[in-house]
C-alpha cells in the first residue's frame, strides 16, 4: 500500500498544475496578511482603547437588553455584556481586529480556496486514468482494485492536509511577524457563568469544523470521478455544491424541518458553539450522525462499483 501512495504521489507532483495550486494557496495566504494590514492601517490614527471600546458596546448592550431586543447574529446580549465586564474587571483584552489569534481565524476562509484545489484533483485522479488510458497499465498488476483506489483516495487526503498545513504554518509565521500577541484567552458564557478557554483550541476547532464541507465534498467528487469517470462532471456538481448548498440548505430549513436530513444542514458544526442549529432540536451528536452516513454511502458506492464494473466498457 504505501508503494501504491507513493506512486499516486509521484504521479500528481510530476504534473505542473499541482505547483501552481501550492502557489497559489502561497500567495493567497500572503494578499491575506497584505490586505488585513491595510485595513488595519486604516484605523491606527484613532488613539482608542480596548477598554473605552468594551464600555461603549456595553452601553449598548445595556440598551439592547432594555428593549428586550435580540443581538447581532442572535447573539445574547446579557452573556456578551457578562463576558465584557468580565474582561475589563480581569484586564483580559479581546481579540479583536489587528491581534496574531484573530488573524489566523479570519484566515480560516482560504480553506475553501483550498476544498477547490482538493475537488479538482480527486475529480480527475480517477477519471483521468480512463481518459488517459492508463487504467489498463494499473489493472494487469497483480494487485487489488480496492487497494488501487484506496491508495488515490489517501492521496487526495494528502494533498488536501499538505495545502492546510501550509496555509496554518504561513499564517502563523506571517501573524507572529506583523501582527501583535492578543490575549491566548478566550472567554465563553456557559452554565451561567463566564469562562476562560484556549483560543488555540478555538482556531484549530474553526480550521476543523471550516474543514468539513470541504471533506465531504472531495469525498463525493472522488466517488462521482470513480462512478462515472468523468472529471468535468464531478467538478462541476462539487463546485456547484460548495457554493450554493449551505445558502440553499439555509433556505429551506426557514420553512421545512426535513433540511436536518441533508449533508449541509449538518457540516457547519460552528452553529453549535454558537448555540444557534440550523434547525431547531439538532444536535452535534445528530450532524456527526449524519456526517458518517453520507460519507460512508459516498466510499461505498465509490469502492463497489469500481472494483465490480468492467474496466474496458
Known sequence: MFNLVRNEWMKLFSRPATYVMTGLIVLAVIAATVITLFVQSLGDGQDITWQSQLQTENTQLEQTIATSETGFMGQNPEEQLAINQYALE?????????????????????ISLIGLFAIIVASGIVAGEFSWGTIKLLMIRPIARWKILLSKFITVGAFGLFLVAIT???????????????SSVRLVFEDGQVIEKSMAAYVIRVYLFNSLDVIMLTTMAFMI???FRNSSLAI???LFLLFVGGTATSFIAMYYDWAKYSLFANTNLSLYEMNMPLVEGMTMQFSIVMILIYFTIFIALAFTIFTKRDIAS
Open 90 to 110: 480581569n484586564d483580559i483584552a479581546p481579540n479583536r481586529a489587528g491581534s496574531f489569534w484573530s488573524y489566523l481565524e479570519s484566515s480560516t476562509f482560504l
Open 168 to 182: 496554518a504554518v504561513l499564517s502563523v509565521i506571517l501573524g507572529l511577524i506583523f501582527f501583535d500577541p492578543g
Open 225 to 227: 470521478s470513480a462512478v
Open 236 to 238: 462541476g456538481i462539487s
